[in-house]
């Protein structure tokens, strides 16, 4: 079993940064395929940035567009997403998520082949 509690949401003024962080109890993390997805009300989730179990490579949704980072460290048993040049746009609740295997797909998999979610962090950027 594997929890993720995610901080480092708030209240940004476009064009500013946030990095938001995921921390997770449970073995072998190591294993894990995780990601970052976002929601806002009325919407579907959607995939934000994800790191693949089986060779940690990135993947990215075309609005990010350079200007988030997605990073995993095994020892701390923690993820992050550095996001810069903020958007109105990027206002959602931002969720951490795990699974493992990564699903065999390529680029960002679907939000329901995830296993693994935390709670949400917010994240609200003015114009």
């Known amino acids: 079993q594997m929890q993720l509690a995610e901080s480092g949401g708030g209240l940004v003024q476009s064009g500013e940064s946030l990095r938001l962080t995921c921390v997770a109890s449970?073995?072998?993390?190591?294993?894990?395929?995780v990601g970052w997805f976002r929601q806002v009300p009325g919407k579907e989730r959607e995939g934000v940035a994800v790191?693949?179990?089986?060779?940690?490579?990135?993947y990215y949704a075309d609005f990010v567009n350079g200007r988030f980072t997605i990073s995993k460290d095994n020892a701390k048993n923690t993820v992050y997403l550095q996001m810069n040049n903020l958007k109105p746009e990027d206002t959602a609740v931002y969720y951490c998520?795990?699974?493992?295997?990564?699903?065999?797909?390529?680029?960002?998999?679907?939000?329901?082949?995830?296993?693994?979610w935390g709670q949400g962090t917010q994240v609200t950027v003015s114009s």
């Open positions: 998520a795990a699974t493992v295997p990564s699903p065999p797909v390529i680029g960002i998999p679907r939000y329901t082949l995830y296993a693994f």
């Open positions: 449970g073995r072998n993390f190591h294993w894990y395929g």
């Open positions: 790191i693949k179990s089986s060779d940690d490579s990135t």
